[in-house]
């Protein structure tokens, strides 16, 4: 195998890796809320920041900055719950929409007010070793990516398939008002799976950070490509979301590679678009029709 | 029985038109009192800040310096900022809503050549003398006789990318990988008919996406096709991300960068070991060997401000200086302003020489740099005009 389909590879799954975390995070607060939340990419922003405070700023060691950051983001979802979700849900679907998308520019610019304009350098925790995989130089880091995102991945999937509390998280998102009715404390799970979209979306800036550097305009891009992967995977799956987010990342790199370096991002939306048209329950999900 | 209204609708309503008028007219009010007001389209929120903050920061530093000095044409100078972000109709708009309110004799434009062509045919309209740091040619073919740039303009950056490349590293097969937009578009065609003119070879031209974060797959490309160097034409960050992954990936040729790669605020997001064998193009270099007036002028950003001093930035602070000389001599009459910067010559400013051309270029050299080896020092290697 040639070094350089090697390096694509790797760049591809660590990529596609990230963008299936994320995805991850759309999957859980849409399943449980019905919300597409549009703030997505902030609290990628605001995670990878955290971690730029408690690495960089406050100079912990990383086995405390990191979960230090975690910590954080699961209390910054608890008050995106509290502060966002909870006074919106009620209203229509549109108005909660619109409402992510408005407190998704209020996080940017004060994302901008507290750590300013100029990008930083995380460190990550093999520094900037590179080892050798068949010949090709592949960054440490890009390997820690892909193994701490398919573990958390797996963690999530344990949670939701394998647990009784991940059972209720699905009876809440199958129908909330019969999960209400069996006695499931459905506010309760709300705030928990704000507390997981904020942990998977906190790692996620944590870990590009030291590959992509932080800057406050970072999260966008990454939560576009993450919602094309999950259009891809099947909007409520979330092994859709999985294979959705490495294909992306896979397609990136190889677009770029072969096809055109230019218009790689163009090739990745054609084919969501593709998609919505021809099978728009994407490559896992279900397709739900509508009785009249 | 209900209770008596304190204040009638009619009374709120008012209040709240007169409320919103003075704050509409104020900076007019203002201007009329005693101060001078001139507009600057900055963008200060958005993914251009990180360069936006600089020339806030270098206006702000300029305002206050020519206040303390007598201020201009007798009267104090008032800076009034809009914030442009990364987008042309905001860009247009902030000019018209500048020109609305405020009425000034001159305008700041921002340092992103797509916005100073959006801008550009409001600038006619409103026939008032602007300042502008793009560097798209295409800006100055305009030949628009109110606009002045303050900067190199990129057709310089793409000769001297060029000839440092060829000229200055002996290269003959380059690869240029660029950002694709209409900076690093025309800037990597206009380098590589140089590059051919001059007798070298383009082994392959690899653009990347503003937002994109991994260009692993470009470097690749180039390197397979058999380049001896390549040319990064880019902004800062992502400028940044291609000599950190060269290295990563073990690419190992020389890389001549454009000047945002070059400022202090994307070069301490590489690491010493990731800018050897790296060159790069800058206005200048703003470091105490220009001389005590640079040295002083960075100094106090950097107190003031707690960030370093870059070129995008105090290209801003000179042209206010200017701006001052000439209308201290012509009053705040835009025609005369505009004749008087039309007319500028041989004006030493903390970043460049000043001269005006027939298009309104008023800088006409850039300096080449490589680095201190296991620093982020940069040392000067030569000046190159056309």
């Known amino acids: 195998m040639s070094q350089q389909l090697i390096q694509l590879i790797v760049s591809g799954l660590a990529v596609g890796s990230v963008y299936a975390l994320v995805g991850l995070a759309f999957i859980l607060v849409n399943e449980a809320t019905g919300v597409v939340n549009f703030a997505t990419g902030q609290f990628v922003t605001i995670g990878c920041f955290v971690a730029v405070t408690t690495v960089i700023q406050m100079g912990l060691p990383l086995f405390v900055a990191y979960p230090a950051a975690l910590l954080a983001m699961a209390m910054f979802g608890v008050v995106f719950y509290a502060v966002v979700f909870r006074p919106l849900q009620n209203r229509s679907v549109v108005t909660v929409i619109i409402g992510t998308v408005m407190i998704g520019i209020v996080i940017q610019n004060g994302a901008l007010m507290t750590w300013g304009s100029v990008p930083f350098r995380p460190r990550s925790p093999f520094g900037r070793q590179v080892v050798d995989v068949f010949g090709a130089a592949i960054s440490a880091h890009a390997l820690f990516v892909i193994a701490v995102s398919f573990l958390m991945i ?7 398939y394998k647990t009784s509390l991940g059972a ?9 008002d019969a999960a209400r009715l069996m006695g499931i404390g459905v506010g309760r799970l709300f705030v928990l799976t704000w507390i997981i979209a904020g942990v998977l979306t906190g790692a996620a800036g944590i870990l590009v950070g030291p590959m992509w550097f932080a800057d ?5 891009p990454i939560a576009l490509k993450a919602f094309a992967a999950i259009i891809i995977g099947g909007f409520s799956s979330v092994p859709g979301a999985i294979v959705g987010g490495i294909l992306v990342g896979l397609a990136e790199m190889f677009g770029a590679a072969y096809i055109s370096s230019a218009y790689k991002d163009g090739l990745v939306f054609l084919v969501m678009i593709l998609f919505l048209l021809v099978r728009p329950q994407g490559i896992f999900g279900e397709r739900i029709g509508e009785r009249a | 029985m209900g209770k008596k209204r304190l204040i009638t609708r009619r009374t709120a309503l008012s209040g709240m038109v007169a409320g919103a008028g003075i704050t509409i007219y104020a900076p007019r009010l203002s201007a009329q009192s005693g101060e001078i007001a001139v507009g600057a389209m900055v963008p200060l929120t958005g993914p251009f800040n990180v360069s936006g903050q600089q020339y806030n920061f270098s206006l702000q530093m300029a305002q206050d310096d020519i206040n303390a000095n007598g201020g201009v044409a007798g009267k104090k100078l008032k800076v009034v900022f809009e914030d442009v972000k990364d987008s042309n109709s905001v860009a247009v708009n902030a000019f018209l809503k500048v020109v609305r309110d405020v009425n000034p004799p001159f305008v700041f434009q921002s340092s992103y050549t797509t916005q100073n062509l959006a801008t550009e045919p409001e600038v006619t ?6 300042m502008y740091a793009g560097g798209g040619d295409a800006v100055h073919f305009k030949k628009n006789p109110w606009m002045f740039r303050i900067r190199p303009y990129d057709g310089l950056q793409s000769l001297a990318l060029a000839k440092q490349a060829t000229d200055g590293l002996g290269k003959k097969k380059i690869g240029i990988i660029y950002v694709q937009n209409d900076f690093g578009q025309p800037g990597a065609v206009a380098a590589s008919k140089i590059i051919k003119d001059g007798g070298a070879e383009i082994v392959g031209m690899e653009a990347y996406a503003f937002t994109d974060n991994d260009m692993s797959a470009q470097l690749q490309k180039l390197k397979s096709a058999g380049a001896d160097c390549l040319i990064c034409i880019s902004y800062g960050k992502d400028g940044a991300l291609v000599l950190k992954l060269a290295k990563e990936m073990g690419i190992g040729l020389p890389v001549v960068v454009s000047s945002g790669v070059m400022v202090p605020a ?23 060997e220009r001389g005590p007036a640079v040295a002083d002028y960075a100094k106090r950003f950097k107190e003031r401000f707690k960030i370093d001093a870059d070129p995008f930035g105090s290209c801003y602070y000179d042209g206010a200086m200017i701006l001052k000389q000439v209308m201290d001599k012509v009053g705040p009459d ?12 041989d004006y030493k400013g903390i970043t460049n020489v000043f001269t005006t051309d027939a298009d309104g270029n008023m800088v006409h050299s850039l300096a080449v740099f490589s680095v201190v080896p296991g620093t982020r020092d940069l040392k000067f290697i030569r000046t190159i005009s056309p």
């Open chain 1, 168 to 176: 209720r998280m699905r009876a809440v998102a199958q129908d909330r």
């Open chain 2, 334 to 345: 835009k025609e005369k302003i505009r004749d008087g910067l039309k007319a500028v010559k």
């Open chain 2, 125 to 130: 309209k409103a026939q008032i003398p602007c």
């Open chain 1, 154 to 160: 797996g963690l999530l999937y344990t949670l939701i």
């Open chain 2, 266 to 288: 994307a070069r301490n997001l590489i690491a010493p070991d990731e800018l050897v064998n790296v060159y790069g193009v800058m206005d200048a270099d703003l470091g105490p």
């Open chain 1, 216 to 220: 406050v305009n970072m999260g966008d």
